[in-house]
């Protein structure tokens, strides 16, 4: 198994940044494919970004498309989510999740696929 902790949430302002962070212990995070999804308050999951194994492959939201990069270290075992251009409507608690695919190449998009997931942490854009 894996345990997966994601750090670097806060309050921050409209139009800041912050980078979020997702490191794990266990297992080698480099047979997991990787994502981040996010829930508001009062609303579903939101998928945010995914990246393949080996990091070459990424897709993103809709919402965040442009503004948000996933990226990963597998030697320090520890997955990235640079956030730039923060709206209020990017509020939300933001989880990791990891699933075992040591021999696909690329990324997984929906909820469901993952195995494991971090307990979250929250950021709140202020206007």
């Known amino acids: 198994q894996v345990q997966l902790v994601e750090s670097g949430g806060r309050l921050v302002q409209a139009g800041g940044s912050l980078r979020l962070s997702c490191a794990a212990s266990g297992r080698s995070l480099s047979s997991y494919c990787l994502g981040w999804f996010r829930r508001a308050p009062g609303k579903e999951g939101e998928f945010v970004a995914a990246i393949s194994r080996d990091g070459r492959n990424t897709d993103y939201g809709d919402s965040v498309q442009g503004r948000f990069t996933i990226s990963r270290e597998n030697a320090k075992n520890t997955l990235y989510l640079q956030m730039n251009s923060l709206k209020p409507e990017d509020t939300a608690v933001y989880y990791c999740?990891?699933?075992?695919?040591?021999?696909?190449?690329?990324?997984?998009?929906?909820?469901?696929?993952?195995?494991?997931w971090g307990q979250g942490t929250q950021v709140t854009v202020s206007s």
């Open positions: 999740a990891a699933d075992f695919r040591p021999y696909y190449s690329g990324y997984l998009l929906n909820k469901e696929d993952y195995e494991y």
